[in-house]
């Protein structure tokens, strides 16, 4: 059989399960990078005998490091998963001050809606309804020109960033450093909305829903909704937004409209957003009760198991901050400086110092800290390091916030889901 026959062969198989496929339309290449399992034997260039008994989430080893395959434009990611897909970025190609969309980190919990690959925004409405007093039904165009327009960088951190450094392990996509990001957002304040739609006394908290298909494809069944605290909702710097980095939000990050609410676990930020409800009560959406993104009450011993009634809804994320040059493992001449920079950042917005030590934390030198482009934007930190003789070293850099909390040497606080890591980030050095 010559090549050519074979390569028409499996167009042809790709293209019945694309058409049997729900959803999926004409967009035969889209549905490869997005759905790559299904099409795995296409993807590595020959069958699978036994494709069907690839658990569902497992990442082929052969494409594990394709992830610019299934995440068109990305580079340089690992992902850990292909479905949901969840990408996390390598620290040193996190440097830049503004995160570019080559290099932020993908958790999806669902799968990418179609009008996002599509980039269809036609018709999208953002409803605010619940304890308000006049309930709002908004276009974007309405977005865009009845609120003050604003542009400012905000970090976005998954709560179980540093999952992977759990003992005992906890389940769930093992990020190491990279699940966190500060790109540039535009829209508008959520604040400004909501009191445009009057909150009334007997809010509490809000709750979110997007246009995101659940894993199961039952389009009833929401793949997540989170909320915050009303209060959280009303401080001025969580928005409702359309553009990030000055282009139409990516169809992995939300395409067309998004919330970005800073200092709380991304989990908050709200991807293909249609619907805020305003709640008299903490919200019990899902992913918001049980196990996820909550934390035990009080501290427990690792390996604890801690009733569901013992776990709270996790909030403000803890101060943090990542070395993003040199890459770890990177040789320097002995006795000559080099410099180490990277970025901080804090859930209170509130990076007060950070500091650097090169002798696994017996002396730590303070780093110039640059104050932040706006609140909650990343800070960059810089400083020099001189490693004394040829040898094995490790950087290491601890944040301070201005209540005097820094990020501890080892894992913090075990809790069943791993959330909250926000121990010290180390890098390796060599001196020669
Ligand atoms: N609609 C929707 N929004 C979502 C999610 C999701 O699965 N669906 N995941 C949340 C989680 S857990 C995180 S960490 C961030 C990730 O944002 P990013 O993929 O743009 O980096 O989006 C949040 N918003
Ligand atoms: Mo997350």
């Known amino acids: 059989m010559s090549g050519m026959d074979e390569d028409a062969r499996t167009g042809s198989r790709i293209r019945n399960r694309v058409e049997s496929n729900e959803g999926a339309r004409e967009d035969r290449r889209d549905f490869l990078r997005y759905t790559g399992l299904t099409a795995f034997g296409a993807l590595v260039g020959m069958t699978v005998p036994f494709e069907r008994n690839l658990p569902s989430g497992f990442v082929p080893v052969a494409l594990a490091q394709d992830a610019e395959q ?6 340089g990611l690992k992902l850990l998963n ?63 020109s009845q609120f003050e327009n604003v542009t400012s960088r905000l970090v976005i951190e998954c709560g179980g960033n540093g999952r992977a450094f759990f003992q005992p392990g906890a389940s769930g996509n093992q990020w190491t450093v990279g699940a966190v990001g500060c790109p540039e957002w535009t829209g508008v304040r959520l604040a400004d909305v909501l009191k445009k ?36 909702a009303l401080e001025p710097d969580a928005i409702i937004a359309w553009a990030m980095n000055g282009e139409p939000i990516p169809a992995l990050h939300g395409f067309p409209l998004r919330l970005i609410i800073p200092g709380y676990p991304a989990s908050a930020s709200h991807k293909f957003l249609t619907r805020i409800w305003v709640r008299d009560r903490e919200h019990d959406g899902a992913k918001m009760t049980g196990y996820s993104y909550r934390m ?82 990343w800070q960059r930190w810089r400083t020099h390091v001189t490693l004394p003789e040829s040898g094995y070293y490790e950087v290491w850099a601890r944040a301070t916030n201005s209540e005097g909390v820094s990020q501890p040497p080892v894992v913090p606080g075990w809790n069943p889901r791993g959330y909250g890591n926000n121990m010290q980030h180390r890098i390796a050095m060599i001196a020669t």
């Open 296 to 377: 035990p009450a009080r501290p427990v011993a690792p390996g604890t198991e801690v009733p569901e009634s013992e776990m709270v809804v996790m909030t403000t994320m803890p101060v943090k901050s990542l070395i993003t040059f040199p890459e770890t493992g990177s040789s320097v001449s002995a006795g000559q400086s080099t410099e180490v920079r990277g970025h901080a950042w804090d859930g209170k917005g509130d990076v007060a110092s950070v500091h650097v030590s090169i002798d696994f934390g017996q002396t730590w030198t303070e780093a110039e800290l640059e104050p932040p482009a706006n609140k909650f934007a």
């Open 197 to 232: 739609a009057g909150v009334k006394d007997s809010a509490v908290y809000t709750g979110h829903y997007g246009k995101d298909v659940h894993l199961s494809g039952n389009p009833e069944e929401d793949v997540i909704s989170r909320g915050v605290p009303i209060e959280k």
């Open 70 to 75: 299934l995440m068109p434009g990305k580079q």
């Open 82 to 144: 292909d479905r949901p897909l969840n990408a996390e970025t390598p620290a040193h190609l996190l440097d830049d001050e503004i995160t570019p969309y080559e290099r932020l980190f993908v958790r999806a919990n669902g799968l990418v809606p179609q009008s996002a690959l599509d980039q269809d925004a036609e018709g999208w409405t953002l409803t605010i309804d619940g304890e308000v007093k006049n309930p709002l039904e908004l276009s974007i165009d309405d977005l865009k």
